[in-house]
């Protein structure tokens, strides 16, 4: 059993739900990676996704567009990070799950990409502008790889399409909450809207699934957790990291963030 399936497995069992939250490496500081990875395990993270930072994120929001710059400059690269996650794997087995774009994975290299994630300690893979209905070549890679392939789901998408995402991610799909770009918001989206959306991903979804974009707040959590199995917080972390003045400070930061999001201990159930 891989790291991925493992973990939602251990969470089911003892009826907890995923607290995920997404960095960027190498922000805000060089040499950030590592002990931030290290830092947010300590803090209760059940899963970690890492971005590839790219000059043009189509699917991501100032926040996260302002960090990968930063990053990049910093020296950010896909060798730089599987580096990071070889020695992050040599005291932990927490899943890491990168998120990237499809233009540098076909520069470095599909097969190669995926084989490198591997032998990195890479569990999953998630590539927002690649669409499902072009990705038969990408997922049968993954599959040859054994690095998990994760698919969104957008609100708009129609019920039978929720089908076919869950029959092709291997191991969970990711929900985006709503349309648009990453961002911080103060209101996640009408409850209403959200949670028919959750309700039709969990009518059609056999495997796990989490929420992402613009969960920012506890009780954010709360809501995503009352039908997903987990929920994933990017921007508003970065924002927290990019406030900070030294890399002590920035790991304190995400630690505190992290910590303070997690309400009642993750217990909640489906309806």
């Known amino acids: 059993m ?8 251990e ?9 995920i939250p997404y960095i960027t490496p190498e922000f805000p500081f060089d040499g950030m990676t590592l002990p931030l990875l290290q830092e947010l ?14 000059s043009d994120p189509l699917a991501d929001g100032e926040t996260i567009q302002h960090s990968s710059d930063v990053a990049l400059k910093n020296g950010a690269t896909i060798r730089r990070i599987l580096d990071c996650v070889s020695r992050f794997r040599k005291g932990s ?20 990409f995926l084989t490198d994630c591997r032998t990195s300690g890479v569990d999953g893979v998630i590539v927002p502008d690649l669409p499902p209905e072009e990705a038969s070549e990408f997922k049968n890679s993954c599959d040859g790889s054994g690095v998990s392939a994760v698919f969104l789901v957008a609100p708009t998408t129609p019920d039978e399409r929720i089908r076919r995402i869950d029959e092709l991610s291997t ?30 991903v969990r009518a059609y979804a056999k495997k796990p699934f989490v929420v992402g974009f613009g969960i920012s707040k506890p009780e954010h959590v709360t809501r995503v957790w009352e039908f997903a199995d987990g929920a994933v917080v ?13 890399q ?3 790991l304190k930061a995400a630690r505190d963030f992290l910590l303070s999001l997690r309400p009642s201990g993750g217990t909640l159930v489906h309806e």
């Open 93 to 112: 087995q927490l899943p890491l799950v990168l998120m990237g774009y499809i233009n540098p994975i076909l520069h470095w290299g599909v097969d190669r």
């Open 2 to 9: 891989n790291r991925i399936r493992a973990k939602f497995s």
């Open 41 to 54: 395990e300590r803090a209760g993270a059940d899963l970690i996704e890492v971005g590839i930072p790219f």
């Open 171 to 200: 191991d969970f799909s990711y929900c985006v909450s709503v349309t648009g770009v990453t961002g911080e918001r103060a209101q996640l989206g009408a409850d209403d809207s959200l949670r028919s959306f959750l309700r039709r």
């Open 11 to 19: 969470l089911h069992a003892s009826g907890r739900k995923a607290l």
């Open 234 to 246: 990017g921007s508003a972390l970065i924002n927290v990291l990019g406030k900070a003045s030294s």
């Open 248 to 250: 002590q400070e920035a």
